[in-house]
């Protein structure tokens, strides 16, 4: 199985959508997402096989220095295959490409190991307020 990884690389919104249905366990929205990364991200990362799309991230940021991963989404069927990490390695590399100095990521527990051992990001304190 080839899969290919494309920093800022083109996609159709329908196509985000039914991973994002899929990987969060909700029925398939009508989301803008082209218009959305181009209005507040540094860039995303589009996983394909055969020109389809199985894998998708998004890398916010603040503008400056600080990026943020959000949206990490892999097909089911394709899971646990290295798809994932291998997106937010190359989201990583586009981070710091854009000379940004942090990437920061929150999660659910289920997924700590994910982040953490597949990915290599370190535990860190932080807060949240629920809105």
């Given at each position: 199985m080839t899969i290919t990884y494309e920093w800022r690389?083109?996609?159709e919104n329908a196509a985000v959508n039914v991973l994002h249905a899929e990987g969060f366990d909700?029925?398939?929205?009508?989301?803008?997402?082209?218009e959305q990364v181009h209005r507040h991200s540094l860039g995303w990362v589009c996983a394909r096989r055969d020109g389809e799309l199985v894998g998708f991230v998004n890398v916010a940021w603040d503008g400056g220095v600080h990026a943020?991963?959000?949206?990490?989404?892999v097909r089911a069927d394709l899971r646990r295959s290295?798809?994932?990490?291998?997106?937010?390695?190359?989201?990583?590399?586009?981070?710091?490409?854009?000379?940004?100095e942090w990437l920061h990521v929150d999660f659910d527990d289920d997924l700590r190991a994910f982040y953490f051992d597949a990915c290599g990001f370190k535990p860190t304190k932080a807060g949240h307020i629920a809105l």
């Open positions: 690389g083109e996609f909700h029925r398939v929205l009508d989301i803008d997402w082209l943020f991963v959000l949206d990490t989404m290295g798809i994932g990490a291998a997106l937010v390695a190359a989201a990583v590399r586009g981070a710091r490409a854009a000379h940004c």
